[in-house]
């Protein structure tokens, strides 16, 4: 025998598993409601043009340090844009560069093996560091961040995030829980915006309340920010919530997990970054021993993220030009998303299906929850081979003008 013969039986991911029967099945009429990617109109992946110009761009330069190591902590040109687009630094007019400066300091910033990696990086930093008495994770939420909490060895707890009969946030829920049963240095994972899988977000007033919170209590945010740009077509109204934690709760420190997955199309590549945003009052040697860690963690683990799809990242972001095409991707991204919304809404009241379908247009992002049950889940995709997670969690950019009907046929038919 081996001596793995005992080892426990692992969770399938569920979106990856759900994407491996969909594509085993051998149906004309098969839709693909499961794996948050974004597809076009025909159902194809779509490399950004802005991106393809870009790797143009970077292929003729014909660097030859293009393939060397770079620092453990990654290329600094990416980091610093990578920051600038979460906190907006130089953005805003009149704010004098000492003030922006002293702003910077407040970040640390390192790359990482992209969204995934900067949950755990940080997870890791602040398991061993700060030792949480537990993390309140958003119930539901991407299932990934419990694998990733667990590997950190942190208790999990969950808050109640959405209120299934509203379909919306569950404000109330998760402030009684916050504000009751939290202790100082507890983390709590927040989603920026486009919460996976609700597709249900706070509002300003209620991300200031929490903010708020978070300060009295003494607890860490960990902003997990997936789909800045991508959510709603505008990076700086995404990140609406994280500047405001930033320049509001000086003395609350916090965590940000930047992705740029789905806003660059660069799932593959693993483009990500790590800023760990420090109180207003840290002295001048806590941003380099911060620093010092991640990158002790990063060394032991894969010595540094990998430099290709960074490089695309920051040949886009740091050009004026291609930024501007940057954001026209993002908004035909953005678009298609809120249409194939609105078509399935005027599909399902078309039909006149049963129950309130409001919820698919005002939620935001790559996700909805539709509103099916498991065994509604089970049966549409048995009998109509349209494939989703079982808690009803649909990824709009699955559907296009040519299997929207479909879709809402089959809603229809195992709704009734
Ligand atoms: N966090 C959330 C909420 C997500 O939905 C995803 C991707 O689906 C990620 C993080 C990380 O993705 P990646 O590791 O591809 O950047």
Redo the contacts with the bound molecule.
């Keep these: 025998n081996s001596m793995f013969s005992t080892l426990p039986e692992t969770p399938l991911d569920e979106p990856f598993s759900v994407n491996g029967a969909y594509k085993q099945d051998c149906d004309p009429k098969k839709v693909n409601l499961g794996i ?1 990617v974004y597809r076009t109109s025909d159902g194809s992946p779509w490399p950004l043009r802005v991106v393809e110009e870009a790797e143009r761009k970077i292929y003729e330069t014909n660097d030859v340090n293009r393939h060397e190591y770079t620092a453990i902590s990654g290329d600094p040109g990416f980091l610093s844009l990578a920051a600038d687009l979460v906190f907006g630094f130089g953005e805003e007019k009149g704010v004098p560069t000492s003030v922006t400066e002293l702003e910077r300091r407040r970040v640390v910033s390192i790359q990482t ?5 900067a ?1 755990r990086l940080g997870a890791e930093l602040l398991a061993r560091n700060v030792r949480p008495g537990c993390v309140w994770i958003p119930d539901p ?2 299932a ?1 961040h419990y694998t990733i909490w667990d590997l950190a060895g942190v208790p999990k707890k969950r808050y109640p995030y959405y209120d299934a009969t509203r379909k919306t946030f569950d404000f109330d829920g998760t402030f009684r829980t916050l504000s009751t049963s939290t202790n100082k240095n507890d983390v709590v994972i927040l ?1 920026a915006c486009a919460h ?1 899988p609700t597709g249900a977000d706070p509002t300003k007033e209620q991300w200031k309340i929490l903010a708020q919170l978070c300060e009295e209590k003494g607890i860490i945010p960990f902003f ?1 920010l ?2 800045q740009g991508f959510a709603s077509g505008d990076a700086k109204k995404d990140a609406w919530a994280i500047r405001h934690f930033f320049h509001n709760v000086h003395q609350v420190e916090f965590c940000v ?1 930047q ?4 806003n660059f199309g660069l ?1 593959g590549q ?1 483009v ?1 970054s790590l800023h760990m945003v420090l109180s207003s009052t840290a002295t001048r040697d806590v941003p380099e021993k911060v620093l010092a860690n991640l990158c002790h963690l990063v060394r032991g683990e894969y010595s540094m993220a990998p430099r290709g799809g960074a490089e695309i990242v920051k040949t886009v972001l740091g050009n004026e030009d291609l930024r501007e095409k940057w954001l026209e991707d993002l908004t035909t991204m953005s678009e298609r998303i809120q249409n194939m919304r609105h078509a399935l809404f005027n599909e399902l009241i078309r039909l006149g299906t049963p129950g309130d379908w409001t919820h698919v247009t005002n939620q935001i992002g790559m996700f909805t929850y539709v509103g099916l049950t498991e065994s509604q889940v089970h049966a549409i995709t048995e009998r109509h081979h349209v494939y989703m997670l079982k808690s009803g969690r649909i990824s709009i950019s699955g559907m296009n003008e040519n299997n929207v009907q479909y879709v809402a046929m089959a809603i229809d038919d195992v709704i009734r």
Excluded: M
Aim: proline letters at 0%; a positive charge; charged letters at 15%.
């Design positions: 948050g093996v992209s969204g995934t990696g949950n939420t991407w990934n989603h996976n997990d997936a789909y997990a992705s740029f997955s789905k799932y693993r990500g």
